[in-house]
């Protein structure tokens, strides 16, 4: 990728010469910011301990990123369900109350659409 002119757009027209002095201006503006945040990095580095940022590096690495935390977090929330889950027994689940017209009412007595009837899809018939 070159360097595009400074008194050309994009499209190729001639600047403006105030918006060529403003660009410019700001060409040179981020090029002393990044001396300046280079200059800032070296200097915080020459006033740290090189192995004090080697434990610092070791240690982030072993806790890992803020993610994996995260889903491990929800994988044993999942995991503390499923085993609760596990430990309750059917009967211990209570049935909704069916209202009176319906109580003494079986699944076998339900009519069924005419003509709607299909085979089912298990291998074995159940009845």
Do not use: C
């Not at 757009?9 to 660009?23: E, H, I, L, V």
């Not at 690495?61 to 803020?66: E, I």
């Amino acid at each position: 990728m070159g360097r595009r002119s400074v008194n050309t757009t994009k499209s190729g027209k001639f600047m403006n010469p105030t918006d060529q002095a403003r660009k410019e201006a700001r060409k040179r503006e981020l090029k002393k910011n990044k001396k300046q945040r280079m200059a800032v990095r070296h200097a915080v580095l020459k006033s740290k301990d090189p192995l004090q940022l080697l434990e610092e590096t070791a240690l982030y690495d072993k806790q890992g990123s803020f993610m994996t935390v995260v889903k491990i977090g929800w994988n044993t929330f999942f995991l503390d369900r499923v085993k609760l889950a596990e430990r309750v027994k059917a009967s211990e689940i209570p049935l909704p109350k069916l209202p009176q017209s319906q109580m003494g009412l079986l699944t076998s007595d339900i009519p069924l659409p005419a003509g709607s009837y299909t085979k089912g899809i298990l291998k074995k018939s159940l009845g």
